[in-house]
């Protein structure tokens, strides 16, 4: 079978989780195909999206941090295009507390040249929009506590309808914009 973007759409999945799901293996070494593959790439790469999406533009450019970040992720894509542990260099980033929001935005910005994976989003959502979706999230949690399984359904088809998609994970549920609202 041949996998095509439009299959791929067809699936539900974002193309770009395929490409995601490439860019964690080597490309000397034989690409495992499966769909648990696939999701598994795609929830990682929601989840990676909305987290830089939580990050929230702040302070000047710190030129020091910047550099150090992007020397260590042209080293490591500079070792036989190895994206797997330039991938690992955007967790690091991620993770480190001492690079203030602004220096971590342009970095990903930079990084996302390389990677085409779209982490920072063009569509930023308004802060009613995001209450407005929090809250729908937090309705359709207690309908489930309540066991109103009909209730929390028509939250989810409702938000859907607008364009957004819930994605229940152990830490709870996230969501991913599919269209402009």
Same mark, same amino acid.
């Given at each position: ?51 830089i999406s939580n990050i929230l533009a702040d302070g000047d450019i710190d030129e020091n941090k910047f550099k150090i970040y992007n020397d260590k992720f042209i080293k490591e894509i500079s070792q036989d295009l190895n994206t797997a542990n330039a991938l690992s260099v955007l967790y690091e980033l991620l ?33 009613? #929009?995001?209450?407005? $979706? *929090?809250? @729908? ?7 489930? =506590?309540? &066991? ?11 938000? #859907?309808?607008?364009? $957004? *998609?819930? @994605? ?7 969501? =991913?914009? &599919?269209?402009?609202?």
């Open positions: 079978a041949i996998l095509t973007i439009s299959s791929l759409i067809k699936m539900g999945y974002d193309p770009l989780a395929f490409r995601f799901m490439c860019l964690n293996s080597h490309y000397r070494k034989q690409l495992v195909y499966s769909e648990s593959n696939l999701k598994q790439a795609s929830d990682t790469l929601n989840k990676l999206r909305n987290k993770k480190d507390n001492d690079v203030n929001s602004n220096t971590k935005l342009k970095l990903i910005s930079e990084f996302d040249k390389v990677f085409s994976l779209n982490l920072i989003s063009k569509n930023e959502i308004d802060d009613s #929009l995001k209450e407005y $979706i *929090e809250s @729908k999230i937090e309705e359709r949690k207690q309908a489930k =506590i309540n &066991k109103d399984f009909d209730k929390a359904d028509s939250i989810r088809e409702e938000l #859907l309808s607008r364009g $957004i *998609e819930l @994605k229940d994970t152990r830490e709870g549920t996230t969501y =991913i914009i &599919k269209k402009e609202v």
